[in-house]
């Protein structure tokens, strides 16, 4: 397994700690303004986005709860293992369409 960056390293406590964050906090935490620097190390951590609130807020498939929907509730925010509100709305239609061909 390959080792996480230190920046990445730092991302991840935070991340566990408060479960979710903005953009704005991210970028406070490793001491950048680049979103891109924050979009790589997220990717490392294989981030997720809400898919309420704008997707303003992310956290870590490793950290969320998801139920068996594959929802998750954190405080305010949503966020789905399917991804953005379409993808979801677009997995459930279509779960539901199989269940009743079977």
């Known amino acids: 397994m390959k080792k996480l960056s230190e920046l990445s390293t730092s991302?991840?406590?935070?991340?566990k700690h408060?479960?979710?964050?903005?953009?704005e906090d991210l970028k406070k935490i490793i001491g950048t303004q680049s979103r891109m620097t924050v979009f790589r190390r997220l990717k490392e951590l294989h981030y997720i986005t809400s898919y309420s609130h704008s997707a303003r807020y992310y956290s870590l498939y490793r950290i969320a709860e998801f139920n068996?929907?594959?929802l998750?509730?954190?405080k305010s925010v949503l966020f789905s293992r399917y991804g953005t509100l379409i993808k979801s709305v677009e997995y459930f239609v279509n779960e539901s369409e199989n269940s009743r061909e079977v």
Not at 11 to 15: A, D, F, I
Request: aromatic share 18%.
């Open 11 to 15: 991302l991840l406590n935070r991340l």
């Open 18 to 23: 408060d479960k979710i964050a903005t953009m």
């Open 68 to 70: 068996n929907q594959g």
């Open 72 to 74: 998750w509730f954190y």
